[in-house]
């Protein structure tokens, strides 16, 4: 059960209004790596915990902190919309910087949400549940989520160059503070796990399954010309868990048949094989 | 520029048609971490790579095998599909085990796709572009390239479970080879490119900004009941690239205001003011 | 069957192109509350309305008219696209108020439709089946109907404010007064439904199984800082079919357990727990 | 900002484990009027609430309380899928009955979340942000929040017949009192908006501008043969709110012109005009 | 405008309800070639019609028409799940026939349609915008629906073989004899069309900008191993139009050059290279 | 398996960098027939295509090209994006040419792709897989290839005259050529395949079921005002294929009944009738 408390975790005022960039921060609240998704993530990641009750309760800690940061955001995006109307638009065929802001602005923070944030991206597509991942397996769910904060706050790092506006800036360092923190836990509880379960995802699967493709396990297939990639860490040496090494396949032979599929059934109605009749 | 050779990467032969199987299966090819995702993923990171050749010639390489996978899984698909015909809906009226069959077919591989695989997942939703990342920043995104390999090769294993067919297993033992090494390859890509910018992403955030927001980068807020998560590597000891030490907040207090938005202009229609006349 | 006649329901006649305001417009047509949501909705109602004549001759009416509503914006849209080119957009880097146009203009309808209407709201996001809603339950969807008239009838007041053009303006008074008809119209369908069936739905849920939760019926949870919340209607007197009493429950408990979740089986891969082998 | 405590709002115990009721329950979770929807709509409404503190104070109790019903009904879920496993589809081959619980159950609680809820509906299609509302317009919203109730509970009743197990029953009956509450709560506050305000959504809008269309404000148009449509409040006395009596236009006269479009210019390359050349 | 009358255009009567067909029949009335499509494309082509009285009247006719399919497939579903009761679950556990078909039921068609039509796919999958096309362009667009036919006709053709019920098949007779219509019609309205303006769309591209890429307009190029695609009517002969022959490229050699595109902004947190100071 | 080569097909080198045309450009690489869908089209064509060797060897031919071709347009998007920043923003309220431009960016070129191109079209929407066909039907699909090379040529050559770069052009120009021949290219398949197998899809469907709806095969159904449509080929003289003769039907009857549904089990809780107790 949750329970609301009417301060925001951190100060949100800005300087002035700016509605063009109003439509920007719509990416880090309802985008693919905004607010809204690490919230619904974390939370489902906590919800559907199986075992574990450090990493749940830490789940949960981490996903309540993100309803807030929506709070946050839907409150910076409501006093960067302060004072746009409709009527704007209708000057802006006298005035090149009217109707240049009015071009920019999101059109439903006027029509549809009435100077307030909207669940949608910074194009105004919606958010939706496909952007989040709780697979119940902890190591690779945590590596989505060391992930999606390093996306979040390389966006937030690209806003904050948008504006000048000090009031702004500051709510965005103070994200990029938490963000910061949210990219050091999970390496923490990534290197927790990973001592744990060893590195590869699941870690389960039967050892006696895997030795029969044991060589693919460990190839570099040069698929695309030049060898560059022959270059990096991926390509010489031991596999991190010094189970096997690395081999570099500078010219790689398809292992499989050339794949001649069957006639279907008359009812498919595939139309072209004369022996085909219903 | 691309080429098309005419085998497949690896051998796909079913030993018996499985139409409940297929519908399955499809989560691996069209779903939010199936092929598609990382074909169409590693190819947008390559097309997008700007100033590293080594690490394009990579992501060209991988990007590559991959539309090769997705095509693996249509023959896999159309396999399992064999034999599969309208007329069976019919008959299972009159027999539990048709009926079954026919209840857990996807009815697309019968109406829509005339027996092939679809660009969808398990529940038939297609796949969308949101599903991908292509940041940029390849720190970022090689985090995502870890974290997709971990989720498809643990959907892969669920799926190993779910047939005892060996024709489907052998096959998924290949991409399960291949999911290891593809693990294997992003951590040691990320552990490169940690070495070079550190841990945190974005590493260019300008060092003087990031001052203000000094304690909130290293504190754990503990904002759901009970304190269990003090227990991890993420609640004390120092961040991981020793910058500074975390602070574990067992009673958190909120640093903002209690926020109160403005009264809207007249034309946004709020209603409920009387001072707001058009 | 339906038939078409040639003449538009209301004379659409704009004064001048504003491409502009076209992208706008596109909210009213294809967004959640747009014209094809509701003539799909009450066509749908209509379609699969089971016993009740009157009300599915009447969904009917309004159905068809709302087709007509489409075709009306369809005719408006394309007005205020007349004249606009793909040219245009290049003379923009020389000219502040061209550019600025450009900027704000929805690049679908000079690439996609070539001038006219397009079935997406005014972001361009694809007008879609779960905006419409047909419960089979008349009371739940006349209540969707007088919701859905109230905000298309909002946006269009918003969107009023953004044309001096009279030509424009002319056509939504038109579709307010149609839109204020609506609202009168699902109101008075309600007060008739409630008469019948009461004010709760459903209404036919078996009494005796209300029974064991009666107190949860008629409590409001304050679960947020402030009481502020008790001074309402829905706080105190009795419920509006008065069938109860309102508590405000200022200090709520939780009634429900601290939840574990079982350890799931080995092939699921949750990977943590030793016992869990293959 | 949000806290979180560790007991379920009400118990959750189901009596055995049902993996297809398990798909059907994701309906109410995920779907267009399931606990995510409410969840989000109350947040954002209450998030972006403008200048009237105790509404803003009573969404927020509300919402607040929905984030748990979103936990609750994860907790009902999973124990829905206990003992569920990905190897019973290999056996449904042989077996009749476990054939059929294959083919009804979601492959994505198996394949992608581990036994855990998804954040999509009972056909597996994921939450969206275009289920939710939240205008600024609280007499809007609100007719939204008591339709939204309405079709929950709706749904909600339903599911309750699809079982007979009395754990989860009891779970769905403290479900159907809270939405009774919260019908019950939205109607009172619709109440007390339309006494401030009017029936008419928005009430805002400039009186003598209506004036020109005031015949149609209160027109019913018989669209569709028969007049079984006359029968009703909508069609006979006067409006709600007093101010015109009803018509019935038993044989509606298009009042618009026939409308032809201008030809395009040539970039649009419409192509069948011949004065069109580039 | 639009008028409707009580009367199907053609008889629905199903001989016995069957709920898995009723899922099945979705498909062609919420998928991607499905009534919903048609009835929107061609309603959305003849609104926007330009300049072509003939043709934008024969699109009304047609897209009129097929707002009456839509009817008609809506009483088929309606029908076909009549007696369907959310009770069958509970009993499918004791009863495997009765498990297999509820396994196969769209819940939808239960828990949110309450027996009616959905606008949705045999998965599930809402009706969405982007199933239509409406260019402006006649020539291009018709041949959108030449193919929307010959895809709604298939898999009608492939429903008609998954039901005995001669009911259903009647009213699917109905639809087929429609379908080849409106497939000769299309063909008949593109002959008419390729006459008048040539074959390629679009026709009035300046020739003269088309002159500088003239070889590549006629050539095969062979970017797939085996050379069996030279055996058909594209790879040898001239062009439809005799403008040209066609020539197969064998062997093709990229034209392009290898594409290494510039180091990005700061502000972009490329992170990688060293210059990049902000 | 696919290979991949340094070169790009063709050159691609822009004169200037045009952010606003980059977003333009977005539409033929991720719009509705952008040069994804053709490429995942053709693929998903070639990998489900049974018994046609060369035809699936020519849909594999063409598939990787257009894999080239979206390879092309990211290289395209790039050199456009090339300078463009997040600190222009900030700059733009000074400067109505700045404010232009930003107002007609993609936002997420800056702060989701890191200036690359997305898979989503001008208006930001993510590409998905319900906008490719391959049905199994090659007659069908092809007819879907002819129509999308048309939209995708008409789309190419309305961005022509979106810009006077002469670098820009000339890529437009490869592609329109390489459309040309694409649409001359299914025109030969399709017909090839029409003296095959006829010209109605699908070819098989039993012709003692098709003769009891024989008359509704040739009729034309006036359904809007006005007989315009009377004058094209569609409305008289023979079918395309000789098998009978056109009917207008000026004035035509519905042939179908009212349709009256059932009233719905009580667990539905349709709630009208008084007789639905439970």
Known sequence: MFRHQKELQFEVKVDRPDPMLARQVQEVLGGQFGEMTVMMQYLFQGFNCRGEEKYKDMLMDIGTEEIGHVEMLCALISQL???????????????????????????QHLLVSGLGGLPSNSNGVPWNG?????????????RSNLHAESQGRLQVARLYHMTTDEGVRATFRKMLARDRYHQYQWMAAIQELEEKNGVVVPATFPPEAELESQPEAYEFWN?????????????TGSAPDGTGNFVYVAEPVAKGQ?????????AIHHDLNPQNKL
């Open 81 to 107: 919309l302060d004072g746009a109307s409709p009527e704007a638009q209708d000057e802006a065929a006298k005035d090149p910087v009217t109707a240049a802001i009015m071009g920019g602005v999101n059109p």
């Open 130 to 142: 496909s952007y989040i991942v709780a697979s119940g397996n902890l190591l690779a769910d945590m």
């Open 223 to 235: 698929l695309s010309e030049g060898n560059e990639s022959s270059e990096g860490l991926w390509a």
């Open 258 to 266: 050339v794949y001649k599929p069957a006639v279907p059934p008359e």
